[in-house]
């Protein structure tokens, strides 16, 4: 298959949230993980969505609301075990993919011309195997690009810091992207967050 393809993590348990924080209405209609899918959808080409090992009910809501040949829900059996194991389990699902952007779902409110400027920053600079990542006013965001070359050390991640060990193991590699997206840095952690 090939090509860019987005993961969109949404297997967390939503603890600090207190509710399925995926599930809550945004003044568009649109549940939180609805939007997040959405503005994949319209950067890339391929998407994964990856929920709870036992969210079987919820593929079948969420596959009747976004119904798109580009995305294929997901369920990490290793969920439970924190947003590390579910990225390993993701990956390990998209092992032909050149790379991997990896976005959160409670982040509903990123542009979809980020996620293409951060496509056309690797793109640009391929050959050197980067990790890219978006900045705004000196502050890092989401989502991360990861070439096919890292898959390998992200499918043997544990715990709850998503790939956070692989960008310090590579900072070489890594690249940030100045862009003007608050999007990049705003999620929803709790129902405070919510407009």
């Known amino acids: ?15 600090r949230f207190g509710d399925d924080k995926r599930k809550m209405r945004l003044p568009s209609g649109d549940s939180v993980i609805e939007a997040s899918i959405r503005n994949a959808v319209a950067a890339l080409d391929q998407i994964l969505v990856v929920l709870r090992h036992g969210d079987q009910a919820y593929v079948e809501e969420l596959s009747a609301s976004i119904d798109s040949p580009k995305v294929t829900f997901f369920r990490a059996p290793d969920s ?44 640009k600079h391929k050959e050197n195997e980067p990790i890219i990542y978006p900045e705004i006013d000196g502050e890092t965001g989401h989502p991360v690009l990861f070439p096919k070359v890292y898959f390998g050390e992200i499918e043997k991640l544990v715990g709850d810091r998503g790939a956070r060990p692989v960008i310090e193991e590579h900072e070489n590699k890594v690249i940030s992207v100045v862009v003007d997206d608050p999007g990049v840095i705003k999620d929803i952690d709790t129902p405070q967050d919510l407009p």
């Open 80 to 123: 439970a075990l924190g947003m590390a194991h579910s990225l390993a389990n993701a990956v390990h699902e998209v092992r032909d993919w050149d790379a991997a952007v990896v976005l959160l779902a409670d982040m509903p409110y990123l542009k979809p011309e980020t996620i293409q400027t951060i496509v056309a920053a690797y793109e």
């Open 1 to 15: 298959m090939g090509g860019i393809g987005g993961i969109v993590l949404a297997a967390g348990s939503s603890r």
